[in-house]
């Protein structure tokens, strides 16, 4: 019997979450069930193998289970991009290996047509607008990123535009920034929006059980999932729960559950949309990887996202969003002076699942348990993508993706406590202060 010893417990305040449309919450597990095929953790990764498994198998049940409500967890707490190209912070032109890199670009192409199909068959809101991004820098640094960048794109062969100081105006309104990469592959959601739909349109062979944390497991010949009000037992799991898969006894001390906080402000007047400028969307994120990303939503509002924090067991932290709002205010103040009485409507924190090495996990962990963890921040395409792959190999499939995916090393051992955390809290401390006024 394997004890959880942490539970998903996110903050209140996610204005993606309390924005989105409203929808019938689904009643927590209770007694005992059995099905087929369990999978816990219902954000872009879960439901995705949930609808894909039961397309593969349409008289299997499927018990699809999340600890919180779908839309409140890390799926619905991200930026809302959902990103094509490769970016490998660990190369000199962040492309590196262009194999590597071309089949990465597939998987979040895979990733983001897929998502795009689920959008327009199931009539999901969530403001989908395929507009590109732009990734600008103020500071010299950030700048030859940006250059270095280009030269991977070039390498890999896509399209880019280069914008300058004076032009950037016209796009996002702030002049701010000295120069900016657009890219034009992106789409820009309302990722709680999005989640929210996607485990609404789920086959009828999927049951969706919300507010039902796992607070035990037995492993065996079939896997009990017990909890407060009773257990599933499954011939078959799958853990789609990022950092809280270590909890359920799978690849403990390798992965990093690393906090990022968000701040969304009120919508513009149209005075206020005059005085700024530009166009009514767009997405804009950092050439430094500690600097800030911004978005201007089709609802008129502005999102900044800066500031991290390394949380052990997984949880939200309120001292953290209160403590980074003051960050999210000087950013938001040096970027839009023309807009001095905007206050933030929303504050809140979302957790990534990390690994050092940057690699995530695609695979078997045990007899009959499977996992797809650590999307390394990119869990709106990779998610996805890996998700819906998941079912297709469990189903027999095979096909490039999927032995690429395969033959990743998984993410690698971290050093112990309480090295980590000394570490890890010295990096992000250090990367935020180096990223210096592209914060």
């Given amino acids: 019997m394997t004890k959880i ?8 305040t996610c204005g993606w979450y309390h924005l989105s449309k409203g929808r019938k ?25 949930a609808r894909q498994l039961a397309l593969n198998f349409p008289n299997d049940h499927i018990a699809l289970i999340e600890a919180q409500e779908v839309g409140l967890g890390s799926s619905g707490r991200n930026a809302g991009f959902a990103i094509d190209l490769p970016h490998d912070i660990g190369a000199d032109d962040y492309i590196g290996d262009i194999g590597i890199a071309k089949t990465t670009m597939k998987l979040n192409l895979f990733g983001q047509n897929s998502l795009k199909e689920l959008v327009d068959q199931f009539n999901i809101d969530c403001q989908m607008k395929h507009c590109g991004k732009y990734q600008a820098a103020v500071e010299p640094r950030g700048i030859a990123v940006l250059d270095a960048y280009r030269n991977g794109l070039d390498k890999l ?37 999005l989640v929210k739909g996607l485990a609404d349109s789920l086959p009828a062979n999927v049951t969706l059980y919300e507010n039902t944390p796992i607070t035990d497991v037995e492993y065996g010949d079939k896997v009990v999932l017990s909890h407060r009000n009773g257990s599933i037992t499954a011939n078959s799991l799958v853990l789609s729960n990022n ?46 990887p500690f600097g800030t990303t911004v978005r201007r939503t089709p609802d008129n509002r502005l999102l900044i996202r800066n500031s991290f924090s390394f949380n052990p067991d997984g949880k939200s932290n309120n001292k953290y969003a209160a403590r980074f709002v003051k960050q999210h205010r000087e950013s938001f103040e040096r970027r839009f002076p023309m807009l001095p009485n905007m206050n933030f409507e929303y504050t809140w924190g979302g957790a990534l699942a990390l690994s050092r090495n940057h690699e995530g996990y695609f695979g078997k962990l045990a007899s009959n348990v499977y996992g797809v963890l650590c999307c390394n921040g990119l869990g709106v395409t990779r998610g996805t993508a890996t998700g819906k792959l998941m ?10 993706l999927i032995d690429f995916l395969l033959k990743s090393p998984g993410p690698c051992a971290n050093p112990p406590q309480p090295l980590l955390s000394m570490g890890v809290n010295l990096n992000l401390k250090w990367g935020q202060y180096k990223a210096g006024i592209e914060a």
């Fill in 25 to 49: 919450v689904q009643p927590p597990h209770l007694g005992n069930t059995s099905a087929r095929w369990a999978i816990v953790g219902a954000g872009f990764t879960g439901v995705a193998v």
């Fill in 157 to 193: 062969g896509q399209p880019y535009a280069v914008i300058d100081a004076d032009e950037l105006p016209e796009h996002i309104g702030t002049r701010f920034y000295r120069k900016a990469l657009f890219t034009p592959g992106t789409s820009l959601i309302q990722p709680s929006a």
């Fill in 391 to 400: 079912a297709d190999w469990l189903a027999g499939q095979e096909n490039e």
């Fill in 243 to 288: 950092a809280f898969g270590m909890h359920f006894g799978f690849l403990k001390g390798r992965m990093l559950p690393v906090f990022t906080y968000g701040s969304l402000t009120r919508p513009m007047s149209e005075d206020e949309q005059n005085a700024l400028g530009g166009k009514p969307f767009w997405g804009t994120i950092p050439a430094d």
């Fill in 5 to 12: 010893t942490s539970l998903p417990a996110d903050d209140a």
